[in-house]
């Protein structure tokens, strides 16, 4: 349900906030008033493509949408799929920016448009008579007729054995893409290549420290020589402490000398450890040859890298890997086609039994909707009308393998076609308002926005239609955009969006209407710029019974 609506910066208007209720909410206005302004925003806050640019009033700020609404725990699964933030009341914004870019964001959280464009439908529904909706789509046809049918662990089977016979024709398309025979002595050529080089993530890794480790040692040779021999060479550094300690020990009775003696014993350990680590650095030392073999195994895998186009080792590896395993396929291709070919087979003899059964069911279901519907269609003034359903075959999908097509005549003695062909825009209409009184009953409606569908009907018909849009509204919130006073008469909420001029600047406005400023504006869509008494009568009879 659409909670609030707030629009700032965007075409005619400067800034607007809605409060709406459940129940139904007619808005009327005069044409140009800004009516279509609003769907523009709905749709924008649920991530419609378009450009910034031309859409904002003033060109120097951003526009900001926010549309919130209260949604049912259903959506909760479709939103963790699209990895959207879900909560009760959630928040849809929409930013236009002056650089002709937009963003989205759900929960304050950014997102990609085409996430919401995915779920638009299921969160706020816009009919009008352009859109096509229910009746140009058979796959939401098919989700109406199958609201009217108790089968869903059926379906649910039928959907998992299409997911494996899907499986499997996939695997059996990706054998027979492999290649042909030809191209195995290539493939195993290449393999050879790889495998002949020890190519593995961690053997690269190896080559790189140990290389890494032996230039560095290779780099302080000469001071570790250079220290060794200081140290540790005839009359070197030692030598001559152990020389000074020969003399130290000689005055053994001199307290300061024996003292002396002790420190020296002290300093000739430490510079002793500082030989044994010179020693260790020398001994960690690799050959120039060990040092060159290392450097040319790596360069042969940088090479492979680069030859077979892969940015590392690790790639290299996943590909060595892969070949292996599409040569073992090609060499059991034809065996391994025949086995897929046996379980494809089985499985598709299994999903048309499930099929047939799914479809036997949802032509019980169809023959309710006819039912249904036919007494809609008498009650908004199509009494002639028939409507039926026929199937088409079709393609095993995941839905099935029989497509629904909804036929129509508006009078007797014409023959039944499909309806999107044969009814006009007014009749497609009022058929589309039906189909939606009839979901309804069975299954829980996103928002309903209809948006001047009413168009091209009048009088009764119209007193009609506006009765079944209240009827709707009992169990979901149905906002409708009208230019009869008998449709908009039926509100619970009636806003009046106008239009207002002020130093050079044009502005849309929308305000909720009392009873009576709601009164003389269904006087004006009676009787037109020129109220009369008896228009203001005839607007508080049709008032009266609300």
């Known amino acids: 349900m659409v909670r609030s609506l707030y629009i700032k910066n965007f075409i005619l208007i400067d800034e607007l906030h809605l409060e709406l209720e459940q129940g139904l909410t007619v808005l009327t206005g005069e044409t140009g008033a800004g009516k279509s302004i609003l769907l523009g925003a709905v749709d924008a806050a649920l991530g419609k493509r378009l450009n910034a640019k031309g859409l904002l009033k003033d060109d120097r700020e951003k526009a900001i949408i926010e549309l919130v609404l209260d949604l049912s725990s259903d959506m909760r699964e479709d939103f963790t799929r699209l990895e959207l933030d879900f909560e009760s009341t959630s928040t849809f914004r929409r930013e236009l920016l002056p650089n002709g870019k937009s963003r989205c964001f759900v929960n304050d959280s950014p997102t990609k448009s085409k996430s919401l464009q995915e779920i638009a439908s299921h969160l706020v529904d816009i009919n009008s008579q352009k859109d096509e909706g229910l009746i140009h789509r058979p796959l939401d046809q098919l989700k109406l007729i199958d609201s009217f049918c108790d089968f869903d662990q059926m ?22 893409d492999l290649g042909q025979n030809g191209d195995l002595d290539y493939l195993k050529f290449v393999h050879k290549e790889l495998n002949s080089n020890t190519i593995s993530c961690a053997r690269y890794l190896e080559l790189e420290d140990r290389i890494l480790k032996a230039s560095s040692i290779r780099n302080k040779q000469t001071t570790y020589e250079n220290g060794v021999r200081i140290i540790g060479s005839a009359n070197g550094l030692l030598d001559q402490l152990y020389a000074l300690e020969d003399v130290l020990q000689k005055s053994s009775d001199d307290a300061i000398l024996s003292q002396q003696c002790d420190h020296l014993q002290e300093v000739i350990a430490q510079i002793r ?32 890298i680069r030859k077979h186009r892969v940015l590392t080792a690790e790639e290299l590896e996943e590909k060595m890997i892969s070949l292996g395993e599409k040569i073992r396929l090609i060499e059991t291709r034809e065996s391994e086609l025949e086995r897929l070919g046996g379980i494809l087979l089985k499985l598709s003899k299994q999903l048309q039994d499930l099929g047939n059964e799914l479809h036997a069911k949802r032509l019980i279901g169809a023959d309710i909707i006819e039912e249904l519907l036919s007494q809609q269609l008498v009650r908004i003034d199509l009494p002639n009308a028939r409507l039926a359903l026929r199937w088409k075959p079709a393609a095993i999908s995941s839905f099935g393998m029989y497509l629904p097509d909804f036929l129509f005549s508006a009078n007797p003695g014409t023959n039944l076609l499909s309806l999107s062909k044969s009814a006009s825009g007014g009749e497609q209409s009022r058929v589309k308002l039906a189909l939606k009184a009839v979901l309804g009953q069975k299954k829980h409606l996103s928002s309903q926005i209809f948006d001047e569908i009413d168009t091209g009907i009048s009088g009764s018909t119209a007193e009609k239609v506006g009765e079944l849009m209240k009827e709707m509204s009992v169990n979901q919130q149905i906002i409708a955009i009208t ?50 008494k008896a228009a203001l009568n005839q607007a508080e009879s049709l008032l009266k019974p609300h």
């Open 155 to 176: 379906k649910q089977k039928y959907e998992q054995q299409y997911i494996e016979f899907r499986r499997v024709s996939l695997a059996i398309e990706e054998l027979k």
């Open 483 to 532: 230019h009869l006073p008998q449709v908009a008469a039926k509100g619970d909420v009636h806003l009046l969006v106008s239009k207002s001029h002020h130093m050079g600047s044009t502005y849309s406005n929308v305000v909720p209407l009392t009873h009576e400023k709601r009164k003389g504006e269904i006087a004006r869509m009676l009787s037109g710029e020129t109220i009369t």
């Open 273 to 304: 450890g500082i030989e044994r680590s010179i020693n260790q650095g020398l001994t960690e030392s690799i050959s120039e040859s060990e040092y060159q073999s290392l450097k040319e195994e790596k360069a042969r895998i940088d090479a492979l």
